[in-house]
């Protein structure tokens, strides 16, 4: 169903009567629309909708403190001086170091077996180039990220003096940016904001970063299962989370719906919401009210087979088929070559 209407699935439900059960997602519009039509069909809130809908609003929510995204990154290895080469003592314990003994160990336990690299990447989520380091490495210590030498930037000369007004209580970039304008600084806003980003997780200003996770990453690195994430991705939320309670929150409330659809038990969801509500995230709060009002659409839908998966893939597969043909082609030439593949898979499934 195209529409967002309900006329157009109360006439159709009408003239098909005998309709038992009916899955759909969570619009209000249809949902009226299939009791109008069909009020004795049992109504199903679809199992990929629900789980959509859930990730959506995680992706808000990390967008909302995409100012926490920065603790994702991992700090580095400060570089060895020349005096000592070897660094750091190995007694030393720093997020850098345990990172590469982590990695190595789990790279050494595959290939240490006799697993290719290629799979050994595959399985553990990581680039093949990093594991092929990893592999090659005699120890863990060989692997310790590094601090690069750190490039000179125009707001340099201002650091001290963006320090200050920063610990004074000022942490509006555009505000420092005009600031340190009328000293002489020619550069551009956005290096002011770079400069101070450190600040507002609590380290040095001049420390160098690198590019935090966005918000649409974070969220899918949540959704993940966790058996499924790569050690990167585990290994950032798991600083994430330390930094930012609000996200480890997020987390724990998706894997309990996550633990619902995957034993198809309904049993905890009456209090699911109110969790949902506690939680004081505008996101989820929405979240709840939308499940109170469908709860025994969402019922059927964790608990029952019913689903809609088949029709979404046709969705993806017209969609697929439309942007081979550049948008160019009209219904006629769609519906032929949605035939055509038709007939291809069943010739060969």
């Not at 290719?116 to 553990?124: E, G, P, V």
């Not at 320090?163 to 009328?182: F, P, Y």
């Not at 109110?274 to 469908?294: G, H």
Request: proline share 9%.
């Amino acid at each position: 169903m195209g529409h967002r209407d309900a006329g157009p699935p109360t006439a159709w439900l009408r003239t098909h009567p005998g309709v038992e059960v009916v899955c759909r997602d969570g619009s209000l519009v249809y949902r009226q629309g299939i009791t109008d039509g069909a009020p004795d069909a049992v109504q199903v809130s679809d199992r990929f909708h629900l789980w959509q809908g859930l990730s959506r609003r995680v992706g808000d929510i990390a967008a909302d403190h995409r100012r926490c995204l920065l603790a994702a990154v991992p700090q580095p290895e400060p570089a060895p001086s020349p005096t000592t080469p070897t660094g750091l003592s190995d007694q030393a314990d720093t997020p850098a170091r345990r990172h590469a003994k982590r990695f190595f160990e789990a790279v050494h336990a595959l290939t240490d077996t006799g697993l290719s690299l290629r799979a050994t990447a595959h399985k553990l989520g990581l680039n093949r180039r990093t594991v092929g380091k990893y592999a090659r490495a005699a120890s863990w210590q060989e692997c310790i990220r590094r601090t690069p030498p750190r490039r000179p930037t125009s707001p340099d000369p201002y650091l001290d003096y963006l320090r200050q007004r920063w610990e004074d209580g000022e942490h509006t970039a555009t505000v420092l940016h005009q600031e340190i304008v009328a000293k002489g600084y020619r550069g551009h806003y956005q290096r002011v904001k770079i400069a101070i980003a450190p600040l507002r997780c609590g380290l040095p200003i001049n420390t160098p970063r690198e590019r935090p996770p966005s918000p649409r990453e974070v969220a899918r690195w949540i959704t993940t299962t966790p058996s499924r994430r790569s050690l990167h991705a585990a290994d950032a939320l798991q600083r994430l989370f330390e930094h930012c309670p609000e996200l480890d929150r997020t987390h724990d409330l998706l894997r309990q719906f996550a633990a619902m659809l995957d034993a198809r038990d309904a049993t905890p969801l009456p209090g699911w919401p109110e969790q949902l509500t506690v939680a004081r995230l505008p996101a989820l709060a929405s979240l709840a009210n939308a499940i109170r009002e469908d709860q025994p659409a969402v019922v059927q839908g964790i608990t029952t087979p019913f689903n809609s998966g088949v029709n979404e893939g046709r969705i993806t597969d017209l969609k697929l088929q439309k942007r081979i043909m550049a948008g160019r082609a009209g219904v006629p030439l769609l519906r032929h070559r949605v035939i055509l593949m038709a007939s291809l898979r069943r010739r060969h499934p």
